[in-house]
Each structure stands twice: as C-alpha cells, then as structure tokens.
C-alpha cells in the first residue's frame, strides 16, 4: 500500500480541478448547511482535469476527497 502523509487527507473544493481519476466523496460543504445528501450522492466519480462539482443535492460548493483511485 501506498503510504499516506499523516497530516490527514487532502480535500478539493468545488471549481478546482481534479488531480487524479477517481472516485471523490463529499467531505463536508463550504457553508453549514442543513443539507444531508445520500450516500449515492456523496460519492461522485471524476476523471483527471475534470472540475470538481457542487454538492449533487444542494448544488452549493462543497470539499471533496479522494475516496478511491481509478
Ligand atoms: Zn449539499
């Protein structure tokens, strides 16, 4: 396994790029909001250089991170 820093995950936010092709999950949104999307939502797939969306449910920004490669 790769070995992860310990300084704890990287988070993208809505309008940057995505670095790496992969699955992305909503880590939390940019302003509290009383929105609670469902697990389907929460997991969104992206490929490389693909901007990174809004939150599905709320479509506000929200920071997404890396769930899993490919
Ligand atoms: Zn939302």
Redesign the pocket.
């Known amino acids: 396994m790769a070995t992860n820093s310990s300084g704890g995950k990287t988070y993208y936010k809505t309008g940057e790029p995505a670095l790496v092709k992969g699955t992305y999950r909503?880590a939390r949104?940019i302003d509290s909001?009383t929105?609670?999307?469902s697990e389907v939502?929460r997991q969104i797939p992206l490929s490389a250089g693909e901007t990174i969306p809004?939150?599905?449910?709320?479509?506000?920004g929200?920071y997404w991170s890396l769930e899993k490669f490919g």
């Open positions: 909503l949104h909001t929105c609670s999307p939502e809004p939150c599905k449910s709320c479509k506000t929200a």
